[in-house]
């Protein structure tokens, strides 16, 4: 499915018109540039399990959450935010051409990712909704206020909760509105809308507490992406330390092989082996 996305993602890449020489080259650029597309696969595979026959329809969508997800890298590697050379294994875009470029194709990949699903071939009603979840959970009362906190708390130390809050918004929320959105295309009932989002906001969690992790560990051309970069941030490695940073990973995998358990059998199948995947191996 993921290969699918890939072709469905370089036969989409934004572009526009004008003589601007490298504008298009740099919108496209992270989209083109890979990761882990963790965030599309959550949201086919739901709509996979759920309504097969949508799933070629859900990759617009699917596509959407990827531009949001990477305008939000392109502007925390700002010079103003993290100032990251790397991401993606590749030079960021303000390294690669300029900061006033970056922000633009943020910016660009931001709005059109409600165009994506605005033109999908999906109802109305169902459009709607995907536009209210996206904007509510990688906005204000997600992402952004999220990213807020982590800039403005660094080097100042959070408690637990409060980074937990922290990390909920700025990572969670996108994951588990991945899931949530494919269970609306999917047309599942409420109560099973509310249980795969509940389930996404611990899978983010996870995400987070996993990323920490390699971020104290491995080196950045392991990673793709710069390491050791954290010691001025609200992280679960420096607030737990590593051995506490791993019970945190185990206790959420407990929790989600469990929580997996009260999903339908096959979508419970598909996000444990997303699981085993992603953070057992």
């Known amino acids: 499915m993921l290969v699918e996305f890939e072709s469905f993602l370089k036969n ?6 004008s003589f601007y020489p490298d504008f298009n080259q740099a919108l496209g650029e992270m989209l083109d540039a890979g990761g882990k597309r963790f965030r599309p696969l959550l949201l086919l595979s739901v709509v996979e399990n759920s309504a ?9 969508i699917a596509l959407a959450i990827e531009m ?6 392109v502007h925390d590697d700002l010079p103003a935010m993290d100032d990251a050379p790397l991401r ?7 390294v690669t051409y300029d900061e006033v470029t970056a922000i633009l194709v943020g910016d660009a990949l931001n709005s059109h990712a409600f165009y994506m699903i605005a033109n999908a071939p999906l109802s109305d009603e169902v459009k709607v909704k995907l536009t209210s979840i996206l904007a509510r959970d990688g906005g204000i009362s997600g992402m952004i206020i999220g990213q807020a906190i982590d800039c403005k708390f660094e080097d100042e130390k959070l408690t637990l909760e409060q980074l937990k809050f ?6 969670a929320k996108l ?11 999917g047309g599942l009932d409420e109560n099973k809308q509310k249980t795969v989002y509940n389930f996404g906001l611990k899978l983010g ?7 920490d992790i390699i971020d104290a560990t491995l080196s950045s051309e392991e990673a793709g992406k710069p390491t050791n970069n954290d010691e001025h941030k609200n992280s679960f490695v420096n607030l737990l330390g590593i051995d506490g940073a791993n019970k945190e990973k185990s206790r959420l995998l407990s929790e989600l092989e469990i929580d997996a358990n009260c999903l339908d059998d096959g979508l419970s199948r598909c996000l444990k082996k997303i699981i085993s995947d992603y953070f057992k191996g």
């Open 12 to 17: 989409n890449l934004p572009k526009v018109e």
């Open 205 to 211: 969690l996870l995400f987070q507490v996993q990323d």
């Open 52 to 60: 097969p026959f949508l799933v070629k329809n859900a990759m617009h």
């Open 175 to 185: 994951i588990a509105a991945s899931l949530l959105m494919g269970a609306v295309i």
């Open 166 to 171: 922290l990390h909920v918004n700025k990572t």
């Open 88 to 94: 993606r294994g590749h030079p960021t875009l303000h």
């Open 68 to 73: 949001l997800h990477t305008y939000s890298l």
